[in-house]
């Protein structure tokens, strides 16, 4: 059973399911317990023809009989295993809800920027401690795709966040931010999870692909770019047109707040990863024990009258 809820219900479903499944199992005696009683009812069924006066071809009264027999006892066993109907509701979640988030997976890709301009000052330091308080802001579901770049860009951990050692160290030839950023873009078209884009770089670009140009592909992909360090080879403007070109949002590192900007930037990029790929919502199971119940005694109330004509 599938429909449509309203503005804050995706859809629901639902199910029959019982606490106690094993007490179905008493129905075997319980029914080879009545056909007993019933082959040796026979004198009963003589009596209730004759009250009814019943005519040739009325057999169907007794099998009428018969089955609502069958059925009381059916509702009876079904009773004591407690029967329960089990929706599945589906909820959008709202901006900003980072708990129904977490809930539900995604794919947060950070790339990192470990050219020799990010040795000034603490530049990498900034970087991994950005790093390390994203990563706790993560979901049990969620997986991390960490990408370090300089003249390359490489892979170098994908995999629950939890799970994450790597050492960042800096000090690698030329900045081609915007050969990271095609990496990443290839790498969530083809991702089965949602995939959130976060570049972390003092923005001194000098080699490879035009970043801002790459950044305009993004489309649906959220990305936000994040700029660490100021001074020689920094440039924040340049991040800053990254974020504008595809949509998204530009942070700067401080050591001051730095939690309460890596929740914020998370809640930002998660939720519209899961809203890009529709899955902006979070499924809980309600349980109904009292519409089965009240519908199985109001057909045990209907059929037992008829259940009694016969006196068995």
């Not at 995999?159 to 030839?173: I, L």
């Not at 000098?206 to 920094?234: E, F, K, T, W």
């Not at 009240?294 to 009258?305: Q, S």
Request: hydrophobic fraction near 45%; aromatic fraction near 10%; charge should be negative.
């Amino acid at each position: 059973m599938e429909w449509v809820g309203g503005l804050d219900t995706l859809s629901l479903q639902a199910m029959i399911r019982f606490d106690y499944p094993e007490y179905a199992l008493l129905l075997a005696p319980v029914l080879a317990a009545y056909c007993t009683l019933l082959a040796c009812a026979g004198r009963s069924y003589v009596k209730l023809r004759r009250i009814l006066t019943l005519v040739e071809g009325w057999g169907w009264v007794r099998s009428l009989v018969i089955s609502s027999k069958l059925l009381l006892l059916i509702l009876l066993v079904a009773l004591l295993c407690q029967p329960y109907v089990e929706r599945v509701e589906k909820r959008l979640i709202e901006t900003g809800d980072l708990e129904a988030m977490r809930e539900v997976p995604a794919t947060i890709m950070l790339l990192v920027d470990v050219s020799r301009s990010m040795e000034y000052g603490n530049r990498i330091g900034e970087a991994e401690a950005f790093v390390l308080s994203l990563l706790s802001q993560l979901g049990g579901g969620d997986r991390v795709v960490v990408v370090l770049f300089a003249g390359e860009a490489e892979v170098v951990y994908e995999g629950p966040p939890s799970n994450f050692t790597v050492e960042f160290k800096a000090g690698r030839r030329y900045s081609a931010i915007g050969d990271a950023l095609s990496l990443a873009l290839s790498y969530s078209r083809a991702s089965n999870l949602p995939v959130g884009v976060v570049l972390v770089s003092d923005g001194g670009w000098n080699y490879g692909s035009d970043p801002v140009q790459v950044a305009r592909a993004y489309g649906g992909v959220p990305l936000a770019a994040v700029h660490v360090g100021y001074g020689a080879s920094s440039n924040p403007e340049l991040l800053m047109r990254v974020a504008e070109a595809s949509g998204g949002w530009y942070y700067e590192v401080t050591q001051e707040g730095l939690n309460s900007l890596t929740e914020n930037l998370y809640s930002e990029v998660k939720y519209a990863a899961l809203a890009s790929r529709g899955e902006n919502y979070v499924e809980h199971a309600v349980r109904d024990y009292a519409l089965p119940q009240l519908a199985a005694w109001a057909i045990f109330i209907v059929v037992l009258p008829l259940t009694l004509i016969d006196g068995v």
